[in-house]
T-cell receptor, first 113, second 113 residues
Framework: DTGVSQDPRHKITKRGQNVTFRCDPISEHNRLYWYRQTLGQGPEFLTYFQNEAQLEKSRLLSDRFSAERPKGSFSTLEIQRTEQGDSAMYLC???????????FGPGTRLTVT | GDSVTQMEGPVTLSEEAFLTINCTYTATGYPSLFWYVQYPGEGLQLLLKATKADDKGSNKGFEATYRKETTSFHLEKGSVQVSDSAVYFCALPMNTGFQKLVFGTGTRLLVSP
C-alpha cells in the first residue's frame, strides 16, 4: 500500500477566499471519508463516499462545503467563503469493503486569517 | 448513540515506565475497536485493533483487550520510550451511517528520558 495522500499539507488563506483540498486514497479502497479535527479534539466526521457516490454528509458540513469524488478515485473538498471557524486539520481516510479499519492521510492544516 | 470515553491527559511518564490509557465505549452490538496514534503535525496511524470480544490487539509493544463485560478497551505498554510521546485515540465504527469512526477526545502521552 502506498498510503493515503493529501495535498496541500498546509494552507493559509484570508477570510472570504475559497480553498480546495485533494485526497488520494489507497488504490483498492472503495470507501472514502473526510473528517475535521480541531485543536485538542478527536476527528469529527464530515462526509462519506462509496466509489463516486456521496452517501452521507454531517450536519457540520454547511452549504459552504462541497465534496466530490469523480470516477471513484481521488476526492476533493472545497470550502467557499472561508471563515475563521473553518481553521482546522482536514483528514481523509479510506478503507476496504471487507474490514472496518480506516487508513488516514497526513491531513491538510487550514489556517484562515 | 455510539460514543467513546477516554481518560484525560496529559499522561506524563519516565522512560521504561508502565503505561495504561483507559477507554470505555457505548455502542449497539459489538463493534470492532481501534487505537490510533497521532504524532505532532501528522495524521492518525492505526496502532492496533480488535474485532470481537476477548480479542487482544497488539503492535509495537502496545496491547489492548476487548472486554465486553466492562465495555472497555484499555491501552497498555510495559515499558514506554521517549518516541512513544504522541496523542492516542480510541475509536469505534458506528453501527449505522456507513461505519464512520467515532473517536474519544484523545490522551496526550509525554515520556521523559
Amino acid at each position: 500500500d502506498t498510503g493515503v495522500s493529501q495535498d496541500p499539507r498546509h494552507k493559509i488563506t484570508k477570510r472570504g477566499q475559497n480553498v480546495t483540498f485533494r485526497c488520494d486514497p489507497i488504490s483498492e479502497h472503495n470507501r472514502l471519508y473526510w473528517y475535521r479535527q480541531t485543536l485538542g479534539q478527536g476527528p469529527e466526521f464530515l462526509t462519506y463516499f462509496q466509489n463516486e457516490a456521496q452517501l452521507e454528509k454531517s450536519r457540520l458540513l454547511s452549504d459552504r462545503f462541497s465534496a466530490e469524488r469523480p470516477k471513484g478515485s481521488f476526492s476533493t473538498l472545497e470550502i467557499q467563503r472561508t471563515e475563521q471557524g473553518d481553521s482546522a486539520m482536514y483528514l481523509c481516510a479510506s478503507r476496504r469493503d471487507t474490514t472496518y479499519e480506516q487508513y488516514f492521510g497526513p491531513g491538510t492544516r487550514l489556517t484562515v486569517t | 448513540g455510539d460514543s467513546v470515553t477516554q481518560m484525560e491527559g496529559p499522561v506524563t511518564l519516565s522512560e521504561e515506565a508502565f503505561l495504561t490509557i483507559n477507554c470505555t465505549y457505548t455502542a449497539t452490538g459489538y463493534p470492532s475497536l481501534f487505537w490510533y496514534v497521532q504524532y505532532p503535525g501528522e495524521g492518525l496511524q492505526l496502532l492496533l485493533k480488535a474485532t470481537k470480544a476477548d480479542d487482544k490487539g497488539s503492535n509495537k509493544g502496545f496491547e489492548a483487550t476487548y472486554r465486553k463485560e466492562t465495555t472497555s478497551f484499555h491501552l497498555e505498554k510495559g515499558s514506554v520510550q521517549v518516541s512513544d510521546s504522541a496523542v492516542y485515540f480510541c475509536a469505534l465504527p458506528m453501527n449505522t451511517g456507513f461505519q464512520k469512526l467515532v473517536f474519544g477526545t484523545g490522551t496526550r502521552l509525554l515520556v521523559s528520558p
